[in-house]
């Protein structure tokens, strides 16, 4: 009889532990390690859960997260595409951000694959995936927020160490995650290193002028880069009691890339008589560096009081440019061109200090209202020296005073929200809005102040924000979000400075440019259960001044690419995520993104139009003796922007992984990417009505195979506490800075 009871105990605490519900997760947490020490069970936990304004994936439910790391987990996150060259989107778009424990992370948000390979997925708790950001977020763009959280409430004593290595044909990398409890003290440092070195690639540009005086400039280069990177974080907590925690971070970032050009290039008239040609040699070293510290303190006033955030951050971003560009083989029948050796120097940084204070209280466990303010001190520098000399000669470089510019942008923007929400039953609602008050203030200091005057402005934006929706039974959800958003142009985009490294293509920034804003609104339906579910979100997309780069041709014939607030932007999309358990060994993940995109551009007469997607399959299986074979297919469409397009691709990637030791320690990888293709090419294609451009750019034996390996050292559960709120600066777009642009 005993025998009996204790039976009918277990399995009554067993099918309660199945079907407990997903909100009382955290509760069940220890009885389902008790429980499930001596049983299988398939799918217990849920790894997707879907809110209001977010996607959650637990990354701790994953049992891949023992021996993974983080670019591999995101493979499997909703509305989030990782593409076989490694790039992530998310909702079918680069434009996002990315977050650590809700505070903005500048090492993941400008070079974020390299940063999650070298990241062990053991230390992480969970990815949200923010599509509808509050009043209190100040994000740049439309595609939401990437936020990785890495805190938990167990609390252990101990250390936990990983290490990761990784060796491909193409680029090496390691890394090192460490983990300290001792008391009210815990501290977390996360250190990698890698290696890019890209296979030689080859550049194909034609570029076609119209009417009576046609003419074709043909243009093939070949080109190497290398590219090493390093970067450091360490993070902090201490909890004086259950009312008072104090939290710290700080980190490096280094990147440095070399490259190597040669070019041969060609102009003739439309008899095919040749104008002119030259052959340019040109070497750039790209050097940036990243440095960010802060602190957050978080007291609460007990349950019924809520609790208060002050916040302090400090970020430099410093970056030092220099190229040397040597012609030679000048043939120049009409004399049309004078072509000099140059070496440019470019130095260029941003610095900005952030305060901020948040208060947030719930009543009734029905409605929150959070409020808070916020005052950012940013300031932008660039020193733009330029020498040259005649070509064909070895006499000394000379600085050109005059074409040498020396530029300072300062901006101290002021903010304040309230948010409310509210929780009745199934259903909820978030409404906020927040107003923003930026001055900027530019100045210039050198020969050629005449050219470029000092001048001030001010922005004011009254930025709303609403989400709202219900749970129909357990698992599904229905959702509609509206929401509003600002993008502040960076240095890249605004410095003055006319690059002419290439003698037929002028880069120079637009210093007039202003705040653009956006309006984005989604209607979304999810179903996730234990097996497996689904979501799906359309929406729209509208901007009336946004910033983009765009290119004209002038009197000389030399293309001008800049950028100017002429953008109307209109973009309709449908995407949808599934996952589900085929057998008990087998899953399947898919990510879908389907849009139309309509650019005008009423100032420059222009007008583009037309569908894009893209997507990716992910299916793993699992094999015997701690086998798992997984493989991923990424498929990209063209891309449009307001001159023409740029061509898509399509990747495979293969994946076998082993696992060793006790609890899955160690873990050894073998992978290969693009086995089934030896070259990726990419066109670029730019149309206008006084001229054509395509940029072709490809890399040979673009297939790679590579090695990588997986040890944690240790036994502990507790992650560094995190204040509930934190400073978040995502009001400056990323077009035109170099450290996104793909190798």
Sequence with gaps: MMIRNIRVKFFFCLSTLIWIPIGNMAQAKRDSVQHLQEVTVTGVRPLIKADLDKFTYNVSYDSDSKSQNMLEILRKVPMVNVEGTDQIKVNGSTDFKVYVNGKPNTMMSNKPAEILKNMPASSVKKIEVITNPGAKYDAEGVAGILNIITENSVRLEGYSLSINGGLTTIAESAGISAILKAGKLTISANDGISYARPPKGYQDTERSTLGSNATTILSNATFRTKAPAHFFDLQGSYEFDKYNLLSVTAGIENYTAKSWTETHTISTDK??????????????????????????????????????????????????????????????????????????????GTREST?????????????TISFGSKYIHRVSEADNQEFARPSGGDDSFSLDIYKSIAYKQATDIAAAYSEYSLRVKTFSLKAGVRYEY??????????????????????????????????????????????????????????????????????????????????????????????????????????????????????????????GNILNHRNVFLNLFLRYMLTKT???????????????????????????????????????????????????????????????????????????????????????????????????????????????????????????????????KERVKRTSKSIQNDDIIQDGNPRTDNL
Excluded: C
């Excluded at 390996?709 to 240790?714: K, Q, V």
């Design 438 to 563: 930026a001055s900027q203030k530019v100045t210039y200091s050198g020969a050629n102040t005449l050219a470029y005057p000092d001048f001030n402005v001010d922005f004011s934006h009254l930025v709303p924000s609403i989400s709202m929706g219900t749970r129909l039974g357990n698992t599904q959800m229905i959702s509609f979000a509206y929401a509003m958003r600002i993008s502040r142009p960076n240095i890249w985009n605004l410095n003055p400075y006319e690059d002419k490294t290439t003698p037929t293509v002028i880069k120079v920034g637009n210093p007039n440019l202003e705040t653009a804003t956006s309006h984005g609104i989604s209607l979304s339906y999810s179903d996730f259960r234990r097996k497996g579910g689904y979501s799906l979100k359309t929406g729209m997309n509208l901007s009336n001044n946004g910033i983009i780069q765009y290119s004209i041709l002038n009197p000389d014939d030399i293309m001008v690419t800049t950028y």
């Design 586 to 716: 087998t899953t399947l993940s898919l990510n879908a993104n389907a849009a139309y995109t309509d650019f005008k551009s009423p100032q420059a007469l222009l007008h583009n139009y037309g569908f894009t997607g893209n997507g990716s399959a992910y299916v793993q299986q699992r094999l015997p003796w701690r086998l798992s074979l997984s493989a991923t297919y990424a498929y990209s469409s063209r891309s449009l922007n307001i001159q023409g397009h740029t061509d898509g691709s399509s990747v495979f990637r293969l994946m076998l992984m082993r696992s060793f030791l006790k609890d899955d320690r160690l873990t050894v990888t073998l992978y290969g990417n693009n086995i089934f293709t030896r070259e990726l090419r990419i066109d670029n294609i730019a149309e206008m009505p006084d001229f054509t451009n395509r940029y072709t750019s490809f890399r040979r034996d673009f297939r790679n195979f590579g090695i990588s390996a997986s040890l944690r050292l240790g036994k502990l």
């Design 271 to 348: 008899t095919n008589a040749q104008l002119y040609s030259y052959a340019n040699s040109h070497y750039t070293r790209n050097s940036i560096n990243g440095y960010y510290a802060g602190a957050d303190f978080q007291h609460t006033f007990g349950t019924k009081g809520g609790y208060l955030v002050l916040s302090y951050r400090y970020s430099t971003v410093p970056s030092k440019t220099d190229a040397t560009s040597i012609y030679s083989g000048i043939s120049d029948v009409n004399n049309s061109h004078t072509l000099t050796d140059m070496q440019t120097t470019a130095e260029l």
């Design 355 to 367: 305060w901020q204070i948040d208060y947030t209280i719930t009543l009734r466990k029905q409605h």
